[in-house]
């Protein structure tokens, strides 16, 4: 016999060996989450009786559109300059609500996507203020049991197609070109902007105060699009710097010039390096547009002057203006910028503060310098790749080696792989992913964005919410990744409405938060955002999932526990919400 016929049979043999030594642990590891499942259900179940005395009640009707940090009985107690009584304030501990929101009567399961795009059921906004208010602008309109978005704004009465068409004739690139695929828009009204995008796999960010014309990011979130409360006031936006590809304000009404440009400070802060900046409406344009208008044209004149000044200050370039509307591009790096500050000094350059930061941060009226490069035609920070190749290639932030955080390259990789074989587990797991019966997703604690990753392939979008404590900030990776996301505090109420993502998916979150606050407020908190009907994964370690299921019962959730798939030592309990 030759040895190369001894090797293959000793190899083949050895196969065979660990085939049936992994077939065995398989087996093993099953047995023992079937049993631990079914003793804690039994536990629970033979225990329920003991808790139900002390399940949580459903609040009162007035509570069926409660945002607690935005609450108008807290707001009251702020000064309103600046709008300051809209940004976040929330309940102290002792005021949080210990009972459960309501659903409106008559909720109806939203449509699915696509078409909640663009439709939604009136009886679950029951709002017709803002159907009033805004007729002439066409921003939403009642068709019998439905509210239908035929794409209107203030600055685009006849719709939004139009709108987005002008603004691809002006643009040095198109939409389609795969450069712009993360947009803030700020002052979002029912954000038909950013659903519009959609079409063009661009991802945008709709932000809007809560505010007289009710309910306005209401209305976005139950058409399933990505959009937050949000305001420029005195806090810097809950985002790293660097991170969208695009700002846009449409009739915003947000001062830019005013306060020293703080809040066009702000919105150079977050844009990416070579990030375009849109404006529309006054006072762009203002020649031919000051009569339709109705404003006195010297005050547009002087509007737009200061704008201008601002610009240059910010070393943004104006590569575009047409209509009403004007483009502006933020530098790719600080080069030349930096040199003209040491003969005009001025751009006033910040010196203090990490501009990453952005959770309760207060903004300033200074210019955060760009990473420096040694060529003037260099990316500061490194260039990204076009979508949706920069999905899935090593980010910037990634592979630049000095990096504060401790993670490497090879950390980052195996995050991608883990999340692509845990996300194809979860799709067996609830069955329904493809269907469109999930649109938006919240991801509690995202780390590099890695489960949102994995996600893309489904019809549905991600909220990456990463922790403004956690071990390592990766917000800004997940922005260079071409996902978005925001910055949170699990202790606090987020800044949304009731039943405003249809899946939650909590990943270590309560290992994170079980010494820091009580987590059975994050689990309402969770309860008030998920939509009925909706799902919940949690995963976590084993002793902490069953503190969790203890509470989770109170809320009156079925949770079951489920084998994960892999040897990993997590737990998962999966929850759906039957209400
Ligand atoms: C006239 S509406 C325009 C809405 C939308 N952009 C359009 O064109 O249809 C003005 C919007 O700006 C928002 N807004 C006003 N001041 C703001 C601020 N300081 N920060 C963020 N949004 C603001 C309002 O809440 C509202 O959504």
């Known amino acids: 016999m030759s040895p190369q016929y001894l090797t293959s ?39 329920l009786s003991l808790l139900t005395t002390s399940n949580f009640d459903f609040c009162t009707t007035n509570y069926t559109n409660y945002c607690p940090c935005h609450d108008p009985k807290i707001q009251k107690r702020f000064k309103n300059t600046n709008h300051f009584r809209k940004e976040r304030h929330c309940p102290n501990t002792n005021e949080r609500l210990k ?57 685009f009465p006849d719709g939004v197609k139009g709108y987005v068409d002008a603004l691809n004739k002006v643009l040095p690139l198109t939409f389609k070109s795969g450069l712009i695929r993360t947009v803030l828009d700020v002052g979002c009204g029912v954000a038909s902007f950013g659903a519009y995008l959609m079409d063009y796999e661009i991802l945008t960010m709709s932000i809007a105060p809560s505010d007289e014309h ?59 390096p070579g990030g375009y900046w849109v404006l529309s409406g006054p006072p762009i344009n203002w020649r031919v547009n000051y009569e339709a208008w109705k404003i006195d044209p010297k005050v547009l004149e002087k509007e737009q002057n200061m704008l201008e000044e601002l610009a240059m200050q910010l070393c943004w370039e104006k590569v575009a203006e047409g209509e009403q509307i004007a483009v502006w591009k933020k530098p790719t790096n600080h080069i030349s910028c930096t040199q003209k500050s040491k003969t005009l000094r001025s751009p006033k350059f910040c010196n203090s503060s990490d501009p990453d930061n952005g959770w309760y941060t207060k903004m300033s009226a200074c210019i955060f310098p760009l990473p420096e490069v040694k060529d003037i035609n260099e990316v500061s920070g490194g260039a990204l790749e076009k979508w949706p190749i920069r999905l899935n290639s090593p980010p910037p932030r990634v592979r630049n080696e000095n990096n504060n955080d401790g993670f490497t390259l090879k950390t980052y990789i195996e995050d991608t792989r883990t999340w692509e074989r845990r996300v194809s587990y979860y ?10 019966k999930y649109r938006n997703v919240m991801d509690m604690n995202a780390g590099f964005g890695g489960f949102a990753a994995a996600m893309v392939k489904y019809p549905v979008w991600v909220m990456n919410v990463v922790p403004f404590d956690a071990k390592s900030n990766n917000l800004g990776v997940i922005f260079e990744r071409g996902l978005i996301g925001t910055y949170m505090d699990w202790c606090e109420p987020f800044s949304t409405y009731p039943r405003t993502y249809d899946l939650i998916h909590a990943h270590g979150i309560f290992s994170m938060y079980i010494n820091k606050c009580d987590i059975t407020d994050i689990l309402v908190e969770m309860h008030r955002i998920l939509r009925p009907k909706g799902s919940v994964i949690i995963r976590d370690n084993g002793d902490i999932i069953l503190k969790v299921k203890e509470i989770i019962d109170k809320i009156r959730w079925k949770g079951t526990l489920v084998g994960n798939g892999t040897f990993d030592p997590q737990m998962i309990l999966l929850v759906h919400n039957k209400e």
């Open 427 to 436: 799709d067996t797991m609830l069955k329904s992913l493809s269907s469109g």
């Open 99 to 155: 009972c459960l929101i309501p659903i409106p009567k008559g909720y109806k399961t939203p449509f699915h996507w696509p078409k909640s795009k663009d439709n939604a059921w009136f009886r679950n906004v029951p709002f017709t203020k803002l159907l009033q208010y805004k007729k002439s602008q066409n921003w939403v309109r009642l068709e019998g049991q439905k509210l239908v978005f035929p794409g209107g704004g203030t600055s």
């Open 214 to 272: 009710e309910a306005q990011v209401q209305f976005a979130l139950e058409r399933g699009l990505p959009a937050m409360l949000g305001v420029l006031s005195t806090h810097r936006l809950p985002f790293p710097s660097k991170s969208f590809d695009m700002a846009h304000c449409s009739r915003c009404l947000v001062p830019w010039t005013a306060n020293d440009g703080l809040y066009l400070r702000e919105i150079d802060r977050i844009m990416r």
């Open 9 to 47: 049979k000793l190899i083949r043999k050895t196969r065979f060996v660990n085939i049936i030594l992994f077939l065995f642990t398989t087996f093993l590891l099953f047995s023992l989450l079937y049993i631990i499942s079914s003793s804690t259900s039994f536990f629970f179940t033979s225990s």
